[in-house]
T-cell receptor, first 114, second 114 residues
Framework: DTEVTQTPKHLVMGMTNKKSLKCEQHMGHRAMYWYKQKAKKPPELMFVYSYEKLSINESVPSRFSPECPNSSLLNLHLHALQPEDSALYLC?????????????FGPGTRLTVL | AQSVAQPEDQVNVAEGNPLTVKCTYSVSGNPYLFWYVQYPNRGLQFLLKYITGDNLVKGSYGFEAEFNKSQTSFHLKKPSALVSDSALYFCAVRAFYGNNRLAFGKGNQVVVIP
């Protein structure tokens, strides 16, 4: 299985809602990532988990809260978002460690904040 | 700091003609270089990477890229473009001693004209 899955595919939420994005991989990867991507722009790194520990937080606002329950799962909890947070949220995974392994991306969750 | 420049916004090419997408990079020390492709409403797909060794790297779907250290370039090429190659292409770099943080270029929209 060489796939990263993300649910839901689309999400519409109000600014007072709480929702979660989910990501799963069964490739045995030990590094997992959250990216935010605006239309026709490159992905912007948000968080990196390495061996289930948060290793990079790119100064993301606290209304985004990541969680890595185990080596296969990655969640992104959303609360009190702003309309400018509307974007495609991509999850990726790669083999762990410091070697330059390529990242495998999921199809993304299209988030709209009203 | 590491960075990537993709100088063109859009590359137009006739079907069957050679396709080139340009990328130059800036990084301290030796680079790790990657090309990804993104089709509409999809995540990024890995095409190829340069780590070390042969400067000509072959990847998926008939793509290849040539690493040129003196020109700090890593241009993506395909001998004969297909209409299905129309997509958004991203070059990315990671420093040799860096963590898993990739620096992406702005992306190039490739349009293959039938």
């Amino acid at each position: 299985d060489t796939e990263v899955t993300q649910t839901p595919k689309h999400l519409v939420m109000g600014m007072t809602n709480k929702k979660s994005l989910k990501c799963e991989q069964h490739m045995g990867h030990r590094a997992m990532y959250w990216y935010k991507q605006k239309a026709k722009k490159p992905p912007e790194l948000m968080f990196v988990y390495s061996y289930e520990k948060l290793s990079i937080n790119e100064s993301v606002p606290s209304r985004f809260s990541p969680e890595c329950p185990n080596s296969s799962l990655l969640n992104l909890h959303l609360h009190a978002l702003q309309p400018e947070d509307s974007a495609l949220y991509l999850c990726a995974s790669s083999q762990g460690g410091t070697s330059p392994h390529e990242q495998f991306f999921g199809p993304g969750t299209r988030l709209t904040v009203l | 700091a590491q960075s990537v420049a993709q100088p063109e916004d859009q590359v137009n090419v006739a079907e069957g003609n050679p396709l080139t997408v340009k990328c130059t990079y800036s990084v301290s020390g030796n680079p790790y270089l990657f090309w990804y492709v993104q089709y509409p409403n999809r995540g990024l797909q890995f095409l190829l990477k340069y780590i070390t060794g042969d400067n000509l790297v072959k990847g998926s779907y008939g793509f290849e890229a040539e690493f040129n250290k003196s020109q700090t370039s890593f241009h993506l090429k395909k001998p004969s473009a297909l209409v299905s190659d129309s997509a958004l292409y991203f070059c990315a770099v990671r420093a040799f001693y860096g963590n898993n943080r990739l620096a992406f270029g702005k992306g190039n929209q490739v349009v293959v004209i039938p």
